[in-house]
C-alpha cells in the first residue's frame, strides 16, 4: 500500500491565489520531498524537509512538516499559470528503503 | 551537467513481446531507480541498483527485470509484456539517495 497520501485529489484556483496540498503517511520516514510532473513528462523536485525539521521555504514555496501527525502540507503562494501540474510527496524512510510515492494532487491555476 | 536521459520516449508493443529500456543517469550518481506510472496505480517502485547491485525491489512479478552497467547506466526490461504493462516508465537517479533527478519516461504501449 502506498505510504504517502495526498489530498486532495484536484484542486483548482484562480491566478494569484494560495494552494495548500497535504500529505499524510505511515511509517517513520528520513525524509519528505514533494515533487512537480507536468502532463505526462518526468517528476521535477521541488523541496526536501527532514525529519527533525518542520519548515522550509523555497522562493514561493512552503513546506511544513508534523511527524507527530505525520502529516506535510505544501503551499504555493501567488500561483501563477505555470503552476498548473501535478504535485506529489515521496517519504524517504532510509537506507534500504524505496521512495514512496503519494498518488498526488493535480493543481489547475485559472487565467 | 546533462540530465537523466532515457530510451526510447515511445514505444509501441504487442502483447508477448518483450521490451528494454534504457536509463542514463547524471554523471556521479550511482543510484538508479525505476518506477511505474499508470493513471490506476500512481507511481510505483520497481526497483533501486547502486554499484551494478539491486538493492531494493518492489512488488513486481519477475517479468520486470533490471541491471546496471559500470558506468551506471542502467537498463529495464520486461518480459511477456502483457496489456496491464501500458505506463509511463520513469527512471531516476540520485547521488546520496536523497533527492531523485528523474528523465522525461519512456511511454509504453502494450497493444
Known amino acids: 500500500s502506498q505510504q504517502g497520501e495526498e489530498d486532495p485529489q484536484a484542486l483548482s484556483i484562480q491566478e494569484g491565489e494560495n494552494a495548500t496540498m497535504n500529505c499524510s503517511y505511515k511509517?517513520?520516514?528520513?525524509?519528505l520531498q514533494w515533487y512537480r510532473q507536468n502532463s505526462g513528462r518526468g517528476l521535477v523536485h521541488l523541496i526536501l524537509?527532514?525529519?527533525?525539521?518542520r519548515e522550509k521555504h523555497s522562493g514561493r514555496l512552503r513546506v511544513t512538516l508534523d511527524t507527530s501527525k505525520k502529516s506535510s502540507s505544501l503551499l504555493i503562494t501567488a500561483s501563477r499559470a505555470a503552476d498548473t501540474a501535478s504535485y506529489f510527496c515521496a517519504t524517504d524512510a532510509g537506507y534500504g528503503q524505496n521512495f514512496v510515492f503519494g498518488p498526488g494532487t493535480r493543481l489547475s491555476v485559472l487565467p | 551537467k546533462a540530465g537523466v536521459t532515457q530510451t526510447p520516449r515511445y514505444l509501441i508493443k504487442t502483447r508477448g513481446q518483450q521490451v528494454t529500456l534504457s536509463c542514463s543517469p547524471i554523471?556521479?550518481?550511482?543510484?538508479v531507480s525505476w518506477y511505474q506510472q499508470t493513471p490506476g496505480q500512481g507511481l510505483q517502485f520497481l526497483f533501486e541498483y547502486f554499484s551494478e547491485t539491486q538493492r531494493n525491489k518492489g512488488n513486481f512479478p519477475g517479468r520486470f527485470s533490471g541491471r546496471q552497467f559500470s558506468n551506471s547506466r542502467s537498463e529495464m526490461n520486461v518480459s511477456t509484456l502483457e496489456l496491464g504493462d501500458s505506463a509511463l516508465y520513469l527512471c531516476a537517479s540520485s547521488f546520496r539517495g536523497n533527492e531523485q533527478f528523474f528523465g522525461p519516461g519512456t511511454r509504453l504501449t502494450v497493444l
Open positions: 524537509i527532514r525529519s527533525n525539521e
Open positions: 554523471s556521479g550518481h550511482r543510484s
Open positions: 511509517t517513520s520516514i528520513n525524509n
